[in-house]
């Protein structure tokens, strides 16, 4: 799908004309805000690259409309109003609409700028018209001066036409007719690229990182499909670009620090899906009340699994409710942080694919590019991290991408970075790996690849940052999203271990992906045994105030699948989920009330008498009944009765009646 020299439309993000207002000012006060609106506009000066004439004219007008209006002001002419007030309102939206087409261009993309300059040169031109037109009809009949001035700004714009510099429309011919190359397969010329992107200004991999932001916001301000898919080529170029040094060798990126997928980042957890930890495009609520991203829980549900992948509850059906409010609330979010979410769901199709050739085209040759490059770069040093960082990037944008990292080889060529004694070499090698394990296909190579595992369980047991632990142990519950997979790994000792001493010493976000991967391995019952052997109980009570959804989420799964006696061997645990089911939030009472029935129906007499100890526990109940989740009333009626047949003497019968349950519901 080639690029049309015609579909570069304006940008949507600049307020059409009716949306411009005059302020409700007096006489006087409009001419000032004209004069200081007309200074500002010269303020702003000519653009930088490209539009030098038609914009350098604007700004000369302007200059001469400030001295213009100075005089008028010099006057003190009251009587000007309100026969010329309309004339003067007419003028103020003109410049407001001057002043916001140059600081478009000013702060926009280059080359988006450079595909529309006809378009804008017009647009300039207009706006000078519209000038004209009202200097025109503006009989002043000041003195001589004003009116010499008058004529002079009049005459100016009469003449003025919409000027392209034969040079930029030269250089937006050379830009298209690459990525017209780039479509048909054929690797850019390397010293045309840099020639191109030097007249651009794009010289070095800051730049071109702006300018792809820039570009992303194009694309999200775009309403037309045409000019989305076109900006995304462009897109694409700029990648290729940045990646294929145009001066220099690669450095290591000055944003270390910057992790896609960590709870550390401004991303909140309840906005990325639980399984990919990505940020969730199209969030939908399974029968347990949980949301995941709708792509990653149908995957879980076709992979023939019928229970919810965070709380372990068996799904009492497979309808998927989409959740608009969340959905609603991600987009704002994104608006505000300047992240292409609605672009990225915009421009992609039911598989979940850009539908843009030359974007595709321009992903394979960079992706090609960067694996040729560490695989002729040495083990280290700052020319595989610049390299394995581009690598990250590309893994962390979209499956298309994740596919071609994969299919390319990348995944033995970062095997020896994760071990890296360089903290910032490993943290990049390891967020690649967990960024390409998000596509299933990776999964299987980075199972069936000699080291890559190992490297990924040493990087969580013995990293050198918490952000490589983490992001190690994001790695391991991604890949713990294919059954066979996740009791695969269930079986290593030193993954459990990982998971359990990062879940008790880490941050709060390494934390949270720790136990989120134990919570996926609690589901398999085998493993659940070596997870109490390990001290998963311990670990729960440890973290319980801190973490309470997770910690008791984990405690219940356990309970399920075998390991009351090493729960009900543990101190305090009854005192502590009696305190969440009376302060938690609803999730976690829900859950810790749900372990409570559990543990009091396998756990004897003893359990229910320690829980009957716990002060005003039947108030808490009642509360629970009345206010809880429909699940966290059913848990609780059935709780209630089994205290209620314990301070009755019948001990030995505390299995459930349904319909004695239902008539304890208020």
């Avoid at 897109?235 to 290729?240: D, K, S, T």
């Avoid at 369980?457 to 999203?481: D, F, H, P, Q, V």
């Avoid at 709060?508 to 659940?528: P, Q």
Wanted: proline content about 3%.
């Amino acid at each position: 799908m080639a690029v049309s020299r015609e579909s570069f439309l304006p940008r949507k993000r600049r307020p059409a004309a009716a949306s411009f207002i005059c302020p409700k000012l007096s006489g006087i006060g409009l001419l000032q805000a004209l004069h200081s609106l007309s200074l500002d506009v010269c303020a702003l000066g000519s653009l930088r690259l490209f539009l030098k004439r038609s914009s350098a004219s604007v700004v000369r007008k302007c200059e001469l409309l400030a001295v213009l209006l100075e005089e008028i002001l010099r006057s003190q002419v009251e009587s000007l109003f309100p026969s010329k007030r309309l004339c003067f309102e007419e003028m103020y939206i003109v410049l407001q609409r001057m002043k916001t087409l140059m600081e478009d261009c000013l702060k926009g993309s280059m080359l988006w700028l450079l595909m529309q300059i006809e378009t804008i040169a017009y647009n300039f031109h207009e706006l000078t018209v519209d000038l004209w037109t009202l200097l025109e009809v503006l009989d002043l009949k000041l003195n001589d001066e004003v009116e010499e001035l008058q004529a002079l700004i009049i005459k100016q714009c009469g003449k003025d036409t919409a000027l392209t510099d034969p040079v930029d429309v030269s250089l937006r011919i050379e830009v298209l007719n690459m990525l017209d190359s780039i479509e048909r397969e054929i690797v850019p010329d390397h010293s045309g690229l840099a020639e191109i992107f030097t007249k651009l200004g794009l010289s070095d991999s800051a730049s071109c990182k702006e300018e792809i932001e820039c570009l992303e916001d194009e694309v999200q301000s775009q309403t037309d499909k045409k000019s989305k898919s076109d900006s995304i080529s462009l897109i694409g170029l700029v990648r290729y670009a940045k990646c294929r040094p145009l001066r220099a060798e690669f450095s290591p990126p000055s944003d270390e620090g910057f992790r896609e997928t960590a709870p550390e980042l401004a991303t909140p957890a309840d906005f990325r899906c639980p399984i990919t930890l990505d940020l969730m495009t199209d969030p939908v609520v399974v029968a347990t009340g949980q949301t995941y991203d709708r792509s990653s829980i149908v995957l879980w549900l076709e992979s023939g699994h019928n229970t919810c992948p965070k709380s372990g509850q068996t799904l009492a059906h497979t309808n998927l409710i989409p959740n608009r409010a969340l959905k609603n609330l991600i987009g704002m979010w994104c608006r505000e942080q300047r992240i292409p979410y609605a672009a990225a769901e915009a421009n992609r199709g039911v598989d979940g694919v850009i539908s843009n050739k030359t974007a595709l085209e321009a992903t394979k040759m960079t992706v090609s590019f960067l694996i040729n490059k560490l695989a002729a770069s040495s083990r280290s040093g700052e020319t595989a991290n610049g390299v394995i960082y581009e690598l990250r990037i590309m893994a962390k944008m979209d499956s298309d991408s994740r596919a071609y990292v994969g299919e390319g080889g990348a995944i033995p060529l970062l095997v020896p970075h994760l071990s890296s004694d360089d903290p910032s070499l490993q943290v990049n090698a390891v967020t690649t790996m967990l960024n390409l394990s998000i596509l299933d296909a990776n999964k299987k190579r980075i199972m069936e690849t000699d080291g890559a595992l190992s490297g990924v369980i040493g990087a969580l047991r013995s990293g050198a940052t918490w952000e490589a632990k983490g992001n190690a142990a994001a790695t391991i519950l991604s890949l713990s999203g294919m059954h066979s997979y996740r009791k695969k790994l269930g079986k290593k000792t030193r993954v459990i271990r990982g998971l359990l001493d990062l879940a008790k010493e880490g941050p709060a976000g390494a934390k949270k992906d720790a136990m989120v991967a134990i919570l996926a391995f609690a589901g398999e019952r085998e493993t659940v045994g070596r997870l109490i052997e390990e001290g998963v109980v311990a670990m729960v009570e440890e973290v319980v105030d801190e973490l309470p959804e997770e910690a008791v989420a984990i405690l219940e799964v356990v309970v399920k699948k075998g390991g009351v006696a090493a729960v009900a061997a543990a101190s305090h645990v009854v005192g502590k989920l009696a305190t969440i089911v009376r302060f938690g939030g609803s999730r976690a009472r829900e859950s810790a009330v749900a372990t409570l029935v559990i543990i009091c129906r396998r756990g004897g007499t003893e359990m229910v008498a320690e829980l009957a100890r716990t002060s005003a526990i039947e108030v808490i109940i009642w509360d629970l009944m009345g206010t809880g989740t429909a699940r966290a009333k059913r848990k609780a009626a059935s709780l209630m009765r089994i205290l209620h047949r314990w301070a009755a003497g019948l001990e030995g019968d505390v299995e459930e009646g349904n319909s004695m349950a239902t008539e304890l519901l208020p």
